[in-house]
């Protein structure tokens, strides 16, 4: 019963980063899933499965914390691009020259 329900958050979860483009609801998906994979990877360690056994869930898990990563990066990317850079009053761009002094030879 409990394998069914895992299961089918997992379908779910799924389908939502699939299917809905909301970002906020994506995160929740993204983070149920980490959840489960975590408890999944919990499991195997509590019965002493082998490794081969674990790898799926070891490459899932890894593959959405990427995704967590990337998103994290692109919250941070809007964010700076949300600062407005400052007026500086004045001109820059022009660079008076002095005078060259006389050589004396």
């Not at 593959?63 to 850079?85: G, I, N, S, Y």
């Amino acid at each position: 019963m409990v394998s069914k329900r895992s299961r089918g958050m997992e379908i779910f979860c799924g389908l939502v980063l699939l299917l809905i483009p909301n970002r906020k609801m994506k995160k929740v998906a993204n983070i149920v899933l980490l959840l489960t994979k975590v408890l999944n990877l919990y499991s195997h360690f509590a019965i002493e499965d082998l490794f081969e056994r674990m790898a799926p869930t070891l490459v899932f898990f890894f593959m959405l914390v990427c995704r967590m990563v990337v998103d994290w990066q692109f919250d941070k990317t809007l964010a700076a691009e949300k600062v407005e850079p400052v007026e500086i009053e004045g001109s820059y761009d022009k660079v008076d020259l002095r005078t060259t002094l006389p050589r004396a030879d």
